[in-house]
């Protein structure tokens, strides 16, 4: 007598993991201004600075992935993932590892931070960021944080660059 197959098991084990609609529970949306790490300027980081001189979109957005992937690395905030809790350093390693397995879909930032940073694949939680003040926000809305602050700047040191020439 075979096993009963689980159906996602199934779907991942053949390549076709289609995603539960993620359920949002008790977490907020974070308000605008909340960041991974607060007290680390965006600018000081290389890849910032590696963005400033490229040219090539593609490359640009994954100098963007990678600098989201290292902001979860460096927060000083817990995340929690289906239900446990892990130090960014933990976080952004699954983050990596899910990317890796992914990323011939994902041609942005944008898409990175929907189809990996949102929440997970197999039981539609989404990914929470909890502050030290012991509040929970969508890890989703703080990566769109960083992004929108991260072309921001971008867009400033680019015009800076430009009066330059």
């Given amino acids: 007598m075979r096993p009963p197959v689980f159906p996602a098991l199934a779907c991942l084990v053949i390549g076709l993991a289609v995603r539960p609609p993620l359920t949002r529970g008790k977490a907020a949306e974070p308000p605008a201004d909340l960041l991974l790490c607060p007290s680390s300027p965006i600018e000081n980081h290389a890849l910032f600075k590696k963005a400033v001189s490229e040219s090539d979109s593609g490359r640009l ?3 963007k992935i990678q600098f989201l992937i290292l902001r979860v690395r460096q927060s000083p905030y817990t995340f929690i ?17 899910k990317y890796a397995r992914r990323s011939e879909g994902i041609s942005s930032a944008e898409d990175f931070i929907v189809r990996v940073g949102s929440g997970s694949a197999m039981s539609g939680e989404p990914y929470l960021l909890k502050i030290s003040e012991g509040e929970e926000y969508l890890l989703e809305g703080v990566l769109e944080n960083e992004l929108r602050t991260f072309d921001a700047r971008l867009r400033i040191a680019g015009s800076a660059s430009l009066g330059k020439s």
Avoid at 81 to 95: D, M, P, Q, T
């Fill in 61 to 63: 957005e994954k100098i």
């Fill in 81 to 97: 993932r289906n239900g446990e809790s892990f130090k960014g350093v933990r976080a952004s390693i699954h983050l990596a590892w």
